[in-house]
């Protein structure tokens, strides 16, 4: 079964940046959706970012909390799916998760991960 281990978070102050990645252990992500999620403190998982290709191209969508911050890329060679997190506020720390979407808030095509712990100072 095909597995997804994050990495990448941390403790940052408010206004700063962090790159998360995702490293699945097959494929996967090449003919499929890549998405990432975050838990905030008692909160439950949310969807913050998901990337789709479609015929002219790679397809992004945001939670709008984060459109214009955050950026999801992937690399089909490593198997890698990427958040770049830019302007990090204190309200975006929780943990990170990714998953393969089957749609936006939908169901995901993995186990989760142990996820990735993001902490922003205010």
């Known amino acids: 079964q095909v597995q997804v281990v994050e990495s990448g978070g941390g403790l940052v102050q408010a206004g700063g940046s962090l790159r998360l990645s995702c490293v699945a252990s097959g494929s996967i992500f090449r003919l499929n959706a890549a998405g990432w999620y975050r838990r905030a403190p008692g909160k439950q998982r949310e969807s913050v970012a998901m990337l789709t290709s479609g015929t002219t191209g790679d397809n992004t969508k945001y939670t709008e909390a984060v459109k214009g911050r955050f950026t999801i890329s992937r690399d089909d060679a490593k198997n890698t799916v990427y958040l770049q997190m830019n302007s990090l506020k204190p309200e975006d720390t929780g943990v990170y998760y990714c998953?393969?979407?089957?749609?936006?808030?939908?169901?995901?095509?993995?186990?989760w991960g142990q996820g990735t712990q993001v902490t922003v100072s205010s």
């Open positions: 998953n393969s979407p089957t749609g936006w808030d939908t169901l995901v095509r993995m186990p």
